[in-house]
């Protein structure tokens, strides 16, 4: 290993871990006592308005306890710079003063065989600079201008031209005394069979070069400019300095922006990623045209936990996004997915951001599309459901793909919410199929109102929250369920509502969910698109009945740790109930018999009743507080979390 530990401990002790993090957040000022190398801030790792990011100086560690990010000097910059390990010990160690030791033998040759390549790839860079502003580059600057580059874009992104040639950058590099087996191996020149002489790889093409994390000339993208010229873009094979399955075209540039953004977005061509950072998207990387790999999703998500691929809304662009699907479900893990954009038909996101300007692109940018539900619309869209095969047909492509997943939490709630909806469909396929469906009307279709008479059951409106949380966020029901399966619900459609999620979830059940359709009736089914529907839709259709409405906290995105507590307020708030129905009973029996066991029992219950009640109580203000920032509004008059 090239750094040992006491290297790196000598950075870390002479590098003040506050002094790394503090150029990224703003210290709380309350919480942060700098006397004892105690800091709070806002955590720069996820989005969060109270602070819970933690660094401690005195061990130099950092911490959120929040999403649980954690570590030291050395990993804070390959968090959110992107850098390599190596990396961020040279950066560190420079600005700490230490030597770094010199590298073996045969890796400091690798590294100058490396660099001398890249002052290849700089050459030719030049070259082709030249060639854009000389005469013959006349084709390659009007294209470029009619695509609506600048003179400054065309600056910072070094256009360039690669003349119609055979050999006009091999004699320039011959000039400047390049041996002819370095241009080769840097993948500028080509050596055909037969001992003919080599010949400029690139020829007649607009010439972008591409930079690595340093921001050296490491390749080249060159597009045609001949209208029947095949390829149409044309990149630098696999060299020492290029592999095309690990590098993002401007990354170095993205890096930055796209940690300040918390955004990142992907597009297919280097020519729309330079439209796009034209444009004032400067979080913008492309992938050079080939399918995503496992290291470029991984260098994805250390610019953004949820980056944002854009692809045309064409077959083909459709086509691609589900190509990278499967490349992203096996490494998927907490915290970490991809959206998915797809434009308008026939535009690209040069065409969009012509048409419609930043605002125009940034708007489509926030319609993406989560993962789950682009997987979901894939597999639904060449589904048939009219036979029991078909159904199972489905389920188990749905169980193939989930079952790729490593990280066992992810796959657990794909798994659970793939499981709810599948019943869910099933359900409506069959009743559509039924007899007399077709006379019958969903409320939204309707616009009659979705909210029923209330029952006069008690906490109606508490389990009812408590049914849609479920719904919404099965992970909660996985982890709870021996609690939740024994919860004394008072409502008799929201017990069955209960049974028949805790059947659905049940980890040890093999029955395919084709077979569970009994399950759900027609009632329980209303109530899954009561709590389910959208907020806007509910105020559509006249009624107060959608999940967001009844909780409106759910509206501001609201961390998951939150979530979970107020789902077990609300579990809490309900076996209360349990307990005071119990007491009442107890106490209805010894109006008629009292004895010393039922005392005890009722002293007992009277005893735990008070602690629980007050713990409920301090609870629900807790929470509303926190409700209160996460909104930056108070809760709505009547809308407490304990909705009953």
């Known amino acids: 290993m090239r750094f040992d530990n006491r290297l790196l401990d000598e950075i870390r002790a002479r590098l003040t871990l506050s002094?790394?993090?503090?150029?990224?957040?703003?210290?709380?000022?309350?919480?942060?006592?700098?006397?004892?190398?105690?800091?709070?801030?806002?955590?720069?790792?996820?989005?969060?308005?109270?602070?819970?990011?933690?660094?401690?100086?005195?061990?130099?560690?950092?911490?959120c306890f929040g999403c649980g990010a954690s570590g030291d000097h050395f990993r804070f910059l390959t968090e959110t710079e992107g850098l390599s390990f190596p990396e961020a010990v040279e950066r560190l160690a420079e600005q700490a003063g230490v030597a770094l030791?010199?590298?073996?033998?045969?890796?400091?040759?690798?590294?100058?065989?490396?660099?001398?390549?890249?002052?290849?790839?700089?050459?030719?860079?030049?070259?082709?600079?030249?060639?854009?502003?000389?005469?013959?580059?006349?084709?390659?600057?009007?294209?470029?201008?009619k695509r609506g580059f600048t003179p400054q874009t065309l600056s910072e992104f070094r256009f360039g031209y690669a003349p119609d040639g055979r050999d006009a950058l091999k004699r320039y590099l011959t000039l400047k005394e390049v041996p002819e087996e370095m241009m080769i191996e840097a993948g500028l020149v080509i050596q055909p069979e037969g001992g003919r002489p080599s010949y400029d790889r690139f020829r007649g093409r607009l010439m972008i070069p591409i930079q690595d994390d340093r921001g050296r000339v490491v390749a080249f993208g060159g597009r045609?400019?001949?209208?029947?010229?095949?390829?149409?873009?044309?990149?630098?094979?696999?060299?020492?300095?290029?592999?095309?399955?690990?590098?993002?075209?401007?990354?170095?540039?993205?890096?930055?922006?796209?940690?300040?953004?918390?955004?990142?977005?992907?597009?297919?061509?280097?020519?729309?990623?330079?439209?796009?950072?034209?444009?004032?998207?400067?979080?913008?990387?492309?992938?050079?045209?080939?399918?995503?790999?496992?290291?470029?999703?991984?260098?994805?998500?250390?610019?953004?936990?949820?980056?944002?691929?854009?692809?045309?809304?064409?077959?083909?662009?459709?086509?691609?996004?589900?190509?990278?699907?499967?490349?992203?479900?096996?490494v998927l893990r907490s915290g970490f997915s991809f959206q998915f954009s797809f434009l308008p038909d026939g535009m690209d996101p040069d065409d969009l951001v012509k048409q419609k300007g930043l605002a125009g692109f940034e708007?489509?940018?926030?319609?993406?599309?989560?993962?789950?539900?682009?997987?979901?619309?894939?597999?639904?869209?060449?589904?048939r459901l009219d036979t029991p095969e078909r159904k199972a047909a489905l389920e188990k492509r749905f169980d193939d793909l989930v079952g790729t997943i490593k990280d066992e939490r992810v796959r657990r709630r794909y798994q659970l919410d793939l499981r709810f909806k599948l019943s869910n469909l099933f359900f409506e396929r069959s009743r559509q199929s039924g007899k007399g469906w077709k006379d019958k009307k969903d409320p939204l279709e309707s616009g009659g109102p979705l909210r029923q008479a209330l029952p006069d059951t008690p906490l109606f409106g508490t389990e009812r929250l408590f049914c849609g949380l479920c719904l919404k966020y099965p992970d909660l029901l996985d982890r709870h369920i021996e609690r939740?399966?024994?919860?004394?619900?008072?409502?008799?459609?929201?017990?069955?509502?209960?049974?028949?999620l805790c059947q659905l979830a049940d980890g040890s059940s093999n029955t395919p969910v084709a077979e569970?359709?009994?399950?759900?009736?027609?009632?329980?089914?209303?109530?899954?698109?009561?709590?389910?529907?959208?907020?806007?839709?509910?105020?559509?259709?006249?009624g107060f009945s959608a999940l967001v409405q009844r909780f409106p906290v759910l509206k501001s995105n609201p961390p998951e740790d939150f979530v979970e507590a107020v789902f077990l307020h609300f579990v809490d708030v309900i076996e209360l109930r349990g307990l005071e129905a119990e007491l009442e009973a107890e106490m209805a029996y010894a109006d008629d018999e009292l004895d010393e066991a039922r005392w005890n029992r009722m002293r007992a219950l009277t005893q735990d009743l008070s602690r629980r009640r007050e713990e409920c109580a301090r609870q629900e203000g807790e929470l509303a507080e926190r409700a209160k920032k996460i909104k930056a509004a108070p809760l709505q008059p009547g809308l407490d979390l304990a909705a009953g």
Not at 265 to 293: K, M, N, P, R
Not at 295 to 319: H, M, N, T, Y
Not at 364 to 382: C, H, M, N, T
Not at 516 to 542: N, P, T, W, Y
């Open 224 to 330: 045609t400019l001949d209208p029947d010229g095949q390829p149409k873009y044309l990149n630098s094979p696999e060299t020492p300095l290029f592999h095309k399955g690990i590098m993002l075209f401007n990354a170095h540039r993205a890096r930055e922006p796209a940690f300040k953004a918390g955004q990142a977005v992907v597009v297919e061509g280097y020519l729309d990623a330079i439209a796009l950072w034209q444009a004032g998207i400067t979080h913008v990387v492309a992938s050079l045209g080939t399918a995503f790999t496992e290291d470029q999703i991984l260098r994805l998500w250390k610019f953004a936990p949820e980056p944002v691929i854009c692809f045309d809304g064409d077959a083909a662009g459709v086509s691609a996004a589900h190509r990278a699907i499967d490349r992203i479900f096996p």
């Open 484 to 500: 939740i399966s024994a919860l004394p619900i008072s409502d008799d459609k929201h017990r069955r509502f209960r049974d028949a």
């Open 516 to 542: 569970m359709e009994h399950l759900f009736d027609d009632s329980l089914h209303q109530l899954i698109r009561e709590v389910s529907v959208e907020a806007r839709d509910a105020e559509r259709s006249g």
């Open 19 to 63: 002094d790394i993090v503090g150029r990224r957040v703003t210290w709380d000022r309350r919480k942060t006592q700098p006397g004892k190398g105690d800091y709070w801030a806002c955590c720069p790792f996820h989005q969060e308005k109270s602070p819970s990011f933690h660094v401690d100086d005195r061990r130099n560690r950092y911490k």
């Open 363 to 383: 708007e489509e940018v926030s319609r993406a599309q989560p993962l789950f539900d682009v997987v979901w619309d894939r597999e639904i869209s060449v589904a």
């Open 101 to 145: 030791p010199a590298p073996d033998p045969q890796a400091a040759r690798r590294e100058k065989k490396r660099a001398s390549l890249a002052d290849v790839c700089e050459l030719a860079a030049r070259f082709f600079q030249q060639e854009f502003s000389a005469p013959r580059g006349e084709a390659a600057r009007n294209y470029a201008l």
